[in-house]
């Protein structure tokens, strides 16, 4: 998949020469340690083959999914148009013409992240693809059963299940459904000229970009942006600075009953965020 890079959005426009205050070499020992290239398979990529990944890929674009044949993945986090992984809305429409109540993110990357949605309520990719198809507000198929019968209603499906899941005494399940999508998102990696820069390439960032990051790295960007893809490591409360305007959203809290979890949100990930706005 062709993105953009991450570094324009470390860059100073300042239109001044750049100084930079440490040589690249020593820019780039530090980046690796905070950051790191982004590894080149996700976790729980090991058993995931080309079939499995192909049946993911039409799960995650097909509009049956959902329950008026509207919806699909690919709706609220788009792979096409170089929307990198997002729908470009603060809030996206459902199958029924409802708004969810959070910005939906990315999936480029996603399996990187230490825990998926905003409040961290599932733990990997498998689980997260089970959520949206179910939620009333979102795809809005009534249960895991009646996403099954569908499923198996489709002729196009069969052969893929079986032989994405060969053995499997009813290879068409929820299941199995929620893995193969996972297996395709597992693809959606978006190495840049950042990677490049950390893995030795000293022509792969300009001077601007160079000072650029010695900035994002020494004015506390890296409190809550770090790892390989640049957040999506943490949880954060929302407010310190100024005022959180959205009460009812608790965040992480919903998730935990824990207190302290208040208005509390997974950092987002940098990585494409010139494509991914608007970003709350």
Request: glycine content about 8%.
């Amino acid at each position: 998949m062709k993105t953009k890079t991450l570094i324009c959005t470390l860059v100073l426009a300042t239109g001044m020469p750049v100084v930079l205050g440490q040589n690249v070499a020593e820019l780039r020992e530090q980046a690796k340690s905070l950051f790191g290239p982004l590894p080149d398979k996700m976790p729980g990529s090991e058993n995931d083959t080309a079939i499995r990944i192909e049946l993911g890929k039409k799960l995650y674009f097909d509009n049956r999914l959902s329950v008026n044949d509207s919806q699909s993945c690919n709706t609220c986090h788009r792979l096409d148009e170089n929307r990198g992984g997002v729908d470009n809305e603060k809030t996206s429409l459902g199958a029924h013409g409802k708004r969810g109540d959070r910005n939906s993110p990315t999936t480029l990357n996603a399996g990187f992240h230490f825990a998926q949605f905003w409040d961290g309520r599932e733990p990997n990719l498998q689980a997260q693809a089970k959520g949206p198809v179910l939620n009333p507000v979102e795809m809005a198929m009534p249960d895991a059963p009646a996403m099954v019968a569908k499923l198996g209603g489709l002729t196009d499906y069969k052969d893929l299940f079986v032989k994405a899941f060969p053995g499997a005494k009813e290879p068409i399940n929820y299941d199995n459904m929620a893995e193969a999508i996972a297996a395709f998102e597992r693809t959606l990696i978006t190495k840049d000229r950042f990677d490049d820069f950390m893995k030795g390439d000293d022509k792969a960032l300009n001077a601007k970009e160079l000072k650029g990051l010695e900035t994002f790295m020494t004015i506390g960007c890296i409190t809550c942006h770090m790892g390989p893809v640049i957040g999506g490591n943490t949880y954060q409360k929302v407010g310190l600075i100024h005022p959180y305007e959205n009460t009812e959203d608790k965040g992480r809290f919903v998730v935990t009953k824990d207190e302290a979890d208040l208005y509390k949100f997974k950092v987002p990930s940098l990585r494409n965020v010139e494509l991914t706005a608007p970003y709350f």
